[in-house]
């Protein structure tokens, strides 16, 4: 899959990047830069957003036609600060029920270590 910005204004405007996704597995990267809390530091909750909006996606797609993913828990274990470059992030279906999927999300930094690691469970509904 090409590279293509998540959509959603959060999303949008912290500068995700999606590049592949299926039920499965999701990949993507955002900018630390922009992302920063007053430390300069990636935000712990930056790195939430990424893992939850890559999870939330995949969790959708294996949703299927007329039906969505809510994120119903989330839970995130940081290891180590980044202050510059981007994260990347895969989020690895550990689920996927008929009315629940979750996810382990791995985010990394440009040498390849791990930031932090995020679990997400999603209810899969009904669309409106």
Do not use: F, K, W
Request: aromatic share 0%.
């Amino acid at each position: 899959m090409a590279t293509t910005e998540a959509t959603g204004s959060l999303a949008q405007r912290m500068g995700i990047e999606v590049h592949e996704l299926s039920a499965a597995r999701a990949t993507g990267t955002m900018p630390v830069d922009g992302n920063t809390q007053p430390a300069g530091l990636l935000h712990g909750g930056a790195s939430v957003v990424l893992a939850e909006t890559l999870g939330s996606m995949a969790a959708t797609v294996h949703a299927g036609p007329g039906r969505a993913a809510v994120g119903i828990e989330v839970n995130a274990t940081h290891h180590r600060a980044v202050d510059h470059g981007q994260v990347s992030a895969t989020a690895t279906a550990l689920h996927l029920g008929t009315t629940v999927a979750s996810y382990e999300v791995t985010v990394d930094d440009d040498a390849g270590r791990r930031v932090a690691t995020v679990r997400l469970t999603c209810l899969l509904v009904c669309a409106s």
